[in-house]
Antibody, heavy 122, light 107 residues
Framework: QVHLQESGPRLVRPSETLSLTCTVSGGSIGTYYWNWIRQSPGKGLEWIGYFYYTGSTKYNPSLNSRVSISLDMPNNQFSLKLTSATAADTATYYC????????????????WGPGILVTVSS | DIQMTQSPSSVSASVGDRITITCRATQNIDRWLAWYQQQPGKAPKLLIYGASNLQSGVPSRFSGSGSGTDFTLTINSLHPEDFADYYCQQAHSFPLTFGQGTRLEIK
């Protein structure tokens, strides 16, 4: 059974960088798409982006200039960095695995971490 | 971006009832649609993928249908643990987007 767990600071000062790590257990990070998704009361669920084990990334254009996702394969972790944080970035952040099999019509998030609430405030 | 609109935003029902939630996309997404259930304080849980495929371990009272722009999630014979929030999500094109959610409440 695959498990994901988010970790990182729960309080970030405005203008600083929000940094989170997702630790994956029960399976290799060397396959699949590894995603970050956030949820705030005002904006619902928002997909942030992914890192694919081959090294490709894709980000939501609404955050594109501020976000980066990276993989740490030896430790089976992937990380999110969101620069210049503002109060609007206050949300629960989820890491999630996305499974894709185009010919099979498969593309969805099948495993999620429990989430971590990050507050941006001075 | 493809916008996903769910209706209703909230619905009240009783244990044993059958309910339907709809999700509409602003453009054709074929069958690239998933449904998730979210309990309070928990992460979303995958229910349906590819518009109508039941995720392993999900009870058969859940079903999905639709293609193109209009989709439905149906729950037959509601159980107490089904009262939660439900979200649709399109996987046709980037950025991946979710519906605003439907809250299923006990009447």
């Amino acid at each position: 059974q695959v498990h994901l767990q988010e970790s990182g600071p729960r309080l970030v000062r405005p203008s600083e960088t929000l940094s989170l790590t997702c630790t994956v257990s029960g399976g290799s990070i060397g396959t699949y798409y590894w995603n970050w998704i956030r949820q705030s009361p005002g904006k619902g669920l928002e997909w942030i982006g992914y890192f694919y084990y081959t090294g490709s990334t894709k980000y939501n254009p609404s955050l594109n200039s501020r976000v980066s996702i990276s993989l740490d394969m030896p430790n089976n972790q992937f990380s999110l960095k969101l620069t210049s944080a503002t109060a609007a970035d206050t949300a629960t952040y989820y890491c999630a695995r996305r499974i894709v099999d185009g010919p099979g019509g498969i593309d969805h998030f099948d495993y999620w971490g429990p989430g971590i609430l990050v507050t941006v405030s001075s | 971006d493809i916008q996903m609109t769910q209706s209703p935003s909230s619905v009240s029902a009783s244990v044993g009832d059958r309910i339907t939630i709809t999700c509409r996309a602003t453009q054709n997404i074929d069958r690239w649609l998933a449904w998730y259930q979210q309990q309070p304080g928990k992460a979303p849980k995958l229910l349906i993928y590819g518009a109508s495929n039941l995720q392993s371990g999900v009870p058969s009272r859940f079903s999905g249908s639709g293609s193109g722009t209009d989709f439905t999630l149906t729950i037959n014979s509601l159980h107490p643990e089904d009262f939660a929030d439900y979200y649709c999500q399109q996987a046709h094109s980037f950025p991946l987007t979710f519906g605003q959610g439907t809250r299923l409440e006990i009447k």
